[in-house]
Each structure stands twice: as structure tokens, then as C-alpha cells.
């Protein structure tokens, strides 16, 4: 029966879409293939780093100030998301859920580490959008209206005034 969880267990590990660390006493006891996937580092090349000599430039300040808080409190985060750099220099945002347990008197973290640098360029794209709309209806001359979805129209770019409805067209 043991046999048969622990296959099922590396199963289900090698085959999720995202990444699965543990470590026991701080040391990395198991690491399934998506890691390698998304930080770019074999197992033995990251036993020998330190989550800062992967991490962007712009989130190391952060990401140091969460580790030494972490490691002098026992406050380990839950979750944590930075931009991080591969081997092969691309960049990479990872969310990683973390969840530190004391067992037979040694601490295990398990962390999960999802890649989501997709999500995050289409994040930065809608909110660079939203910016770039917001300045124009602010700077814009001319009152600025808009239809909302049941075709009545509203006044936009710090305007205030009365709703007013569009007319339903003939028949």
C-alpha cells in the first residue's frame, strides 16, 4: 500500500503543470521535472542556489527583506510572486504557495510554484491600457459621453450630469 501511494504521489507530481519543491531542514529533499520546466536549472545546479540568485534584479530588495523576516520569525509567507530570471536569461513571473510544517522535529516546506508570465503580460497590458484611457478622457478638451449597456447615455471624464436615455429607434 505504501508502494502504491508513493507511485501514485510521483505521478501526480511529474505530471501537474506546476512545480513541486520540498525541502526538510533547508535542504532540497524532492523536486518534480516542471521546476526544471520553468526556473531553468537542473536539481543539482539549484541545490546550489539561493532563491535571490534567481530572482529579477527589480524583486530582490523585496524578496530578501521576505526571506530574512521568514527566517528570523519562523513567519514563513504563504504565498509570494516575483519576477525571476532562467539560466537561459529569460524571465519568468512565478507565484509560488508555500507551506512550512514541523514533522519528527525537522521543518518541511512544500512549495508550489506556478508559472504565470502569460497572465502577467496581459495583466500589465489591460492595466497600461486602463492608464492610457483614463489620462486621455482626463486631458480630453470636449465633454466626453458613452452609451452603457442598456443604451443610455453617460457623461465621462469627471463630467457630472443626469442620465439621459437614447430614444428607441422606429419599428
Excluded at 24 to 52: C, F, H, Q, T, W
Excluded at 91 to 113: A, G, K
Excluded at 156 to 170: D, M
Amino acid at each position: 500500500a505504501l508502494r502504491t501511494s508513493e507511485e501514485q504521489f510521483r505521478l501526480m507530481a511529474d505530471n501537474i503543470q506546476d512545480g513541486v519543491i520540498i525541502y526538510r531542514n533547508k535542504k532540497l529533499a524532492y523536486m518534480n521535472r516542471r521546476v526544471e520546466e520553468i526556473i531553468g536549472y537542473s536539481r543539482d545546479e539549484l541545490v546550489r542556489l539561493s532563491p535571490l540568485d534567481i530572482t529579477a534584479p527589480e524583486d530582490r530588495d523585496r524578496i530578501e527583506q521576505e526571506l530574512n523576516h521568514s527566517s528570523s520569525t519562523d513567519n514563513i509567507p504563504s504565498e509570494i510572486s516575483f519576477w525571476m530570471v532562467r539560466k537561459d536569461g529569460m524571465r519568468r513571473f512565478v507565484f509560488c504557495r508555500i507551506t512550512s510544517l514541523q514533522h519528527d522535529n525537522e521543518t518541511v516546506l512544500y512549495i508550489v510554484i506556478t508559472d504565470m508570465t502569460e497572465w502577467k503580460h496581459v495583466q500589465d497590458a489591460l492595466e497600461n491600457q486602463l492608464i492610457f484611457l483614463q489620462r486621455m478622457i482626463d486631458t480630453f478638451p470636449n465633454p466626453l459621453f458613452y452609451l452603457d449597456t442598456q443604451g443610455s447615455c453617460l457623461a465621462a471624464g469627471g463630467i457630472t450630469s443626469p442620465r439621459i436615455s437614447r430614444p428607441e429607434p422606429h419599428s
